[in-house]
């Protein structure tokens, strides 16, 4: 069964990268290997990454659409970022211990008043150079459009950081999407299941779009505004792309 195998070639991965990643911390030095487990996680799903366009490689944050939990292991395969997760995850078993691991921001979504310590929570760990990714839509789509993207968080970026930019990311799924899209309420391991069954490679671009200077904007609104246009843009010329041949 396709599933299990996949499943195991992943758990595979784990073993081989866990001992790796605690002795390059004990030898002191920076790990890349849970960036490598989660690159091996996304091939072991049956995908198949092509990025378009030049990733920063630190004192960024990284802004895209939101379709699968899919979307996690390729961005961090291909760029080593940290995630903004909501807090309950942390508390997920393995799952949550694998988060930390990537140096998750942990915030609570679901408390209104607590916005402005997520946001300084976002606001150091951007300064701390590292990557961080952030799903602004909140929640993951099923791929006809893209939702408004939430300001809240973008408020860690004002006042601005010098140095520090947005760069946008485009997942485009292409044929895939809607059969990979985790939406209504579909549980963690039937949608592990119905993913990880596809019998083909799955293609899949994730398009590093123009960084944007948040100082040149007049607000945290303004900025999500421009980053979702960019995104919408970069998904509807693809489209239009596979349209044509």
Known sequence: MLFVARGAAAVA??????PLHYLSRLAGRPSAWPR?????????AGMRPHIVGKPLGDHVLFLANHLSWLD??????????AFVSKEEVARWPVIGWLARLNHSVFVARSERRAVQGQADALRNALQGRRPVALFPEGTTSDGSGVFPFRASLIAALYPPVPGLKVQPIAIDYGAATRDLAWVDGESVLANARRVLSRP???PVALHFLPPLDPAAFPGRKALAEAARAQIVEALAASAARRDRL
Not at 72 to 81: F, P, S
């Open 72 to 81: 996690i292991v390729l961005i961090a395969g291909a760029t080593g970022a």
């Open 13 to 18: 991965g784990l073993l081989v990268c866990l």
């Open 36 to 44: 490598r487990f989660l690159a091996w996680v996304g091939r072991s």
């Open 200 to 202: 083909r490679p799955t």
